[in-house]
T-cell receptor, first 110, second 113 residues
């Protein structure tokens, strides 16, 4: 069974501080990992996918298959990063369901 | 521009009534999903479809049903609304290829009184 664990419900940092949102997954097959973000009063939107290995809005995430983790990192948090962040997993192949973690609410204080 | 829309945005209904939430996408995506979002539970999958006439149960499907008669629409029906179904409901769609992005609707806030 697919499972995504985000251990922190809430995370609060100060502007300019590094931030790391943790995500661990459980899946025996070949997973695809994603980070989705939901800003206040907006719909969920894709932030990162592991396959692209890119930096979006200063965020990066590396898939570590040995530790079954896909942590989201940013070296210098900004106030506009305050949002709800969801880690998601899907089996490779495209036509598979997307399973989400419970989310982490990030607050960046001035 | 292609999009995915949900209606209504807000709905208040009484316990025991049947309610249908609409989801319409113009991406021509085969995959469509319904989630509910609750504090402390994140997004939980209710039902999903990989194409016309295909429907599948998710982890919290009891009390819900869907039908897929065309590519664009996946309506979600609450057969007999219960207070436990008070939630925010999100519809999503994605293409059936590796690493395809899921596009979400704006959400429907449903209150069952």
């Amino acid at each position: 069974a697919q499972r995504v664990t985000q251990p922190e419900k809430l995370l609060s940092v100060f502007k300019g501080a590094p931030v790391e949102l943790k995500c661990n997954y459980s899946y025996s097959g070949s997973p695809e990992l994603f980070w989705y973000v939901q800003y206040s009063r907006q719909r969920l939107q894709l932030l990162l996918r592991h396959i692209s290995r890119e930096s979006i809005k200063g965020f990066t995430a590396d898939l570590n298959k040995g530790e079954t983790s896909f942590h989201l990192k940013k070296p210098f948090a900004q106030e506009e990063d305050s949002a709800m962040y969801y880690c998601a997993l899907r089996s490779q192949g495209g036509s598979e369901k997307l399973v989400f973690g419970k989310g982490t609410k990030l607050t960046v204080n001035p | 521009d292609a999009e995915i829309t949900q209606s209504p945005r807000h709905k208040i209904t009484e316990t025991g009534r049947q309610v249908t939430l609409a989801c319409h996408q113009t991406w021509n995506h085969n995959n469509m999903f319904w989630y509910r979002q609750d504090l402390g539970h994140g997004l939980r999958l209710i039902h999903y479809s990989y194409g016309v006439q295909d429907t599948n149960k998710g982890e919290v499907s009891d009390g819900y049903s869907v039908s897929r008669s065309n590519t664009e629409d996946l309506p979600l029906t609450l057969e007999s609304a219960a207070s436990s179904q008070t939630s925010v409901y999100f519809c999503a769609s994605s293409a059936d290829r590796d690493s395809a992005e899921a596009f979400f609707g704006q959400g429907t806030r449903l209150t069952v009184v």
